[in-house]
C-alpha cells in the first residue's frame, strides 16, 4: 500500500473573481498528475515557480479540493475523508507566518499539541524532545518575532512533528535560508526518514537539494509531470559527454535561444555582465554554436564538457533552464 496515491488530479483557478455576467477565464494549475509515494521514502517535487508544487501539496494536505482526479493519503481519500487525512500527516509550508510570533518557542508547540489532542504528560516529553532536536531548547522561552528566518524554519519544523506523522509535507524548506540553516534542514530531513522511517514529500526549485535527498523524483512543468524516476536514472536521459557549459559576455539573456534552442541560461551575473549557458551539444555542433555565439556579438570567456545534472535534464525536457 503507497503513503501517497495521485491519480489524473487536476486544478482550475478562475483568471479574475467572477462576478455576474464577466465571462470567467479559467487557468489550468493541474492537469492530470498522477504518482505514487511508497512508505518510507523521500520523493521530491522539483520544478520552476508556477509549475503546479505547492497546488498539488495543498491538495494532499487537504487545504485545497481538487477539481478533477483522486488522491489518496495512507488510503484515506483527501476530500471525503479528509478529518483522517489530517490527523496522520503534518506541513511545513513556505514562508515564515506559519508560527505566532507574539508567542515563544515553547508556548507555540504547545498550542499546536492541544490542537492534535497530545496527551498533557506525552506532550511536555514530546516538546522538549524536538526543542533539543532542532537545538532550540535554551531559547524555548523567546519570542518568536526575534528568531531568524533559520530558527523560525527549525521551529515550524519542530511543530511540524508536534503530532508524530507518518507523512510529512514539506514545501520549499530551505527557501530563502542562509548556508548553514539550509544544511541543517537537509541534514535533519535527511533523518527523518533514514533513521525514523518518515514519508516525506518535498518540493524545490534547488535541483542540488532533490539531487542530493531524495529517493526519487517527479519533474512538473504547467502541472503536469514529464518525468519521474531516480535522481541517477534522470541524469542518464542526457547522454554522457553531450552536457556543455559556456560562459559568456555580452550577451542578453532573452537572445540565447536565438543563438540556438538548445541552449539555456544557467546562471547571471548581472554585475560582470556574464552569463553562464548550458545545454546539450555533440562535438560537430559546438563549435558551430561557439561561433553563432561570437556572430551574436558574445564574448565567449570558456568553454567545458561538464557532467549532467537535473537541470540538464530539465533543459533536455522542456528546453529552457529551471530557472527561466
Known amino acids: 500500500m503507497p503513503a501517497i496515491e495521485v491519480n489524473d488530479l487536476r486544478k482550475s483557478y478562475p483568471k479574475k473573481i467572477p462576478l455576474p455576467f ?118 524555548r522561552n523567546d519570542l518568536v518575532m526575534g528568531f531568524s528566518r533559520g530558527m523560525k524554519q527549525r521551529l515550524a519544523i519542530a511543530k511540524a512533528l508536534i503530532n508524530d506523522p507518518d507523512v510529512l509535507f514539506l514545501d520549499e524548506p530551505t527557501l530563502g535560508l542562509d548556508v548553514q540553516s539550509a544544511v541543517f534542514v537537509r541534514e535533519f530531513v535527511e533523518r527523518l526518514v533514514r533513521e525514523e522511517g518518515k514519508t516525506v514529500l518535498l518540493t524545490t526549485h534547488y535541483m542540488a537539494e532533490a539531487e542530493r535527498l531524495c529517493d526519487r523524483i517527479a519533474i512538473i512543468d504547467h502541472g503536469r509531470i514529464i518525468a519521474l524516476d531516480t535522481p541517477e536514472n534522470l541524469k542518464k536521459l542526457v547522454s554522457e559527454g553531450e552536457t556543455v557549459e559556456i560562459r559568456v559576455k555580452n550577451l542578453r539573456p532573452e ?56 537541470e540538464d535534464v530539465f533543459i533536455k525536457l522542456t528546453g529552457r533552464a529551471l530557472r527561466d
Open 255 to 310: 537572445k540565447v535561444k536565438a543563438v540556438d534552442e538548445r541552449l539555456a541560461v544557467s546562471e547571471e551575473d548581472p554585475t560582470r555582465g556574464t552569463l553562464i549557458l548550458r545545454g546539450n551539444l555533440d562535438e560537430e555542433d559546438l563549435p558551430k554554436v561557439v561561433e553563432k555565439l561570437i556572430k551574436a556579438g558574445a564574448k565567449v570567456l570558456s568553454v567545458e564538457r561538464v557532467e549532467p545534472t537535473l
Open 22 to 139: 464577466r465571462r470567467v477565464e479559467w487557468v489550468e494549475a493541474l492537469k492530470g498528475v498522477s504518482f505514487k509515494v511508497k512508505k518510507g521514502e523521500l520523493f521530491g517535487l522539483l520544478g520552476p515557480n508556477g509549475a503546479g508544487k505547492t497546488t498539488t501539496i495543498k491538495i494532499l494536505t487537504t487545504l485545497l479540493e481538487p477539481s478533477g482526479g483522486s488522491a489518496k493519503v495512507l488510503s484515506y481519500d483527501v476530500v471525503t475523508q479528509a478529518r483522517e487525512v489530517r490527523r496522520r500527516i503534518n506541513l511545513v509550508a513556505e514562508g515564515e507566518r506559519t508560527l505566532y510570533w507574539r508567542l515563544s518557542a515553547y508556548e507555540n508547540l504547545r498550542y499546536f499539541a492541544s490542537i492534535y489532542y497530545v496527551p498533557k504528560d506525552e506532550a511536555e516529553k514530546r516538546i522538549r524532545e524536538l526543542l533539543q532536536l532542532v537545538g532550540l531548547w535554551e531559547r
